[in-house]
């Protein structure tokens, strides 16, 4: 693991910031019965990067692959790009 600067801590402040949702659920009472309630907000205190050389080729050829598949008509209609999930809204808001 690689330490991150405080640059990409407030990045990914500001991420968890706007994908946070103040929700209780059933489970919470049972698993954490002192402090039920819904935190408020959570603080990044520091963002670590985790390397693997194997995995992140492997992730790069698949994604080329994909990126293909998708600009070719005949097999790029089957694509469903899914752009309103929250966390990828937040997380293009902090580029």
């Known amino acids: 693991l690689v ?3 405080g ?3 407030s990045i990914f402040q500001t991420l968890f ?7 209780w659920t059933r ?3 049972k698993h954490s ?3 039920p309630n819904v935190p408020k907000r959570f603080k990044v205190v520091r963002a ?3 390397e693997n050389s194997r995995t992140w080729r492997e992730f790069s050829m698949r994604r080329a692959e994909l990126l293909q598949d998708r ?3 005949l097999l790029g209609a089957g694509f469903v790009e899914f752009n309103t999930v929250l966390s990828v809204n937040a997380w293009e808001g902090c580029s």
């Open 27 to 29: 489970d919470r009472r």
């Open 3 to 5: 330490p991150l600067g």
């Open 7 to 9: 640059e990409y801590v």
């Open 17 to 23: 910031d706007d994908t946070y949702r103040n929700i």
């Open 71 to 73: 600009a070719e008509p």
């Open 33 to 35: 019965p002192d402090q």
């Open 48 to 50: 670590l990067r985790g």
